[in-house]
């Protein structure tokens, strides 16, 4: 299918840890195919390859750093994880979390400032009057997280505002994406203060919605100006919890483990039903995840290489059967517009 370069595709990229290296090879055959990406959404990983496009990094900027980057500073031990005897039990139970994040955190935050020049969500606002999104909504980034103390999945940056009366342009990217990667268990939750010192328990979005790929649908009526492109890593279920959180494999038949095989069920398996709508995998990228576990920041090379080259494949064959004008007219009746 021939393509211009004057295409636009909103993104929604789904979580997945390391898998999203997946999502840079998928967005580069799309980069070199002529898209553009007005908004993207992310969950977890996805919201880290998100934040990054949404500023306006170059995907082949973002690939460069993805083939360099070192994974295992990701897994940054508190120092309760580095007792002799017992101490990642002590992180998890005393900090609810193995891994603190920290690390993740700081070196989004610096590539964001000093790549792309952007700290706040104010920095992401976009002037759109023809987007059917209210004002408080036209950002070029959302991601995703569960706030287990309300009971409810919040989007960031349009939920500060409405959730924790806080102002949203003045929120920091990284700290939203932070919020969005805290898988229960592994990485240490994170703790979101509200105007009236309500303190809220945010984890990862997957939890609760791993894959919204109707994020950016229209609900005006009108015909939609481009399509949604989702980009789908996670394998299919089951998931060893074992492997995802080696501490939950001594305690396989207590509640640590009972509790680690439940978090990563809901995450891998929350989405699962919804792909199956036509609708919704007419215009999903699927990337073969195949044998590389989510949390394994100690990933080789070779697999490193081969996720993005199945991200490339995947974006290759989509592309390869992708009609914009043919999705509108089977499914613009039973499912909401695409923009």
Not at 179 to 196: G, H, K, R
Not at 199 to 211: I, K, P, Y
Not at 316 to 328: I, K, R, V
Request: glycine residues 10%; proline residues 6%; negative net charge.
């Amino acid at each position: 299918m021939s393509q211009s370069s004057s295409l636009a595709a909103d993104l929604v990229l789904e979580g997945g840890g390391v898998l999203g290296i997946g999502h840079v090879g998928a967005l580069s055959v799309l980069e070199e195919a002529g898209y553009s990406f007005p908004r993207v959404a992310g969950t977890s990983a996805g919201a880290i390859v998100g934040a990054l496009v949404a500023a306006g990094m170059p995907v082949s900027r973002l690939t460069e750093i993805m083939s360099t980057l070192d994974y295992r500073r990701f897994a940054d031990r508190s120092l309760l994880d580095l007792v002799p005897v017992g101490g990642p039990l002590l992180s998890l139970l005393l900090d609810n979390g193995v891994y603190e994040g920290d690390h993740l955190r700081e070196w989004l935050g610096n590539l964001l400032a000093d790549e792309c020049g952007v700290e706040t969500f104010a920095d992401l606002a976009i002037d759109d009057p023809e987007s059917s999104l209210p004002p408080e909504r036209r950002y070029r980034l959302v991601v995703t997280a569960a706030d287990v103390t309300r009971g409810e999945l919040v989007h960031f940056p349009w939920d500060y505002q409405r959730t924790y009366g806080l102002e949203p342009g003045s929120q920091l990217v990284a700290d939203a994406v932070r919020a969005s990667m805290s898988i229960p268990f592994f990485y240490e939750p994170v703790t979101l203060v509200a105007a009236d010192g309500t303190a809220s328990t945010l984890v990862d979005g997957g939890v609760l919605s791993n894959f919204p790929i109707d994020l950016f649908d229209r609900t005006d009526g009108r015909a939609p100006r481009w399509p949604t492109f989702g980009v789908k890593l996670l394998p299919a279920l089951p998931v060893d919890a074992d492997k995802v959180l080696p501490i939950a494999g001594l305690f396989k038949h207590g509640p640590v483990g009972l509790a680690a095989d439940l978090a990563m069920t809901v995450i891998v398996g929350r989405d699962q039903a919804h792909l199956a709508k036509p609708w919704v995998r007419a215009r999903t990228i699927q990337v073969d995840t195949t044998g590389v576990n989510p949390v394994d920041f100690g990933i080789s090379e070779v697999q490193a290489a081969e996720l993005f080259a199945n991200g490339r494949a995947a974006a290759e064959a989509f592309l390869g059967e992708w009609d914009w004008e043919e999705y509108q007219a089977r499914f613009r009746d039973v499912a909401r517009p695409v923009v």
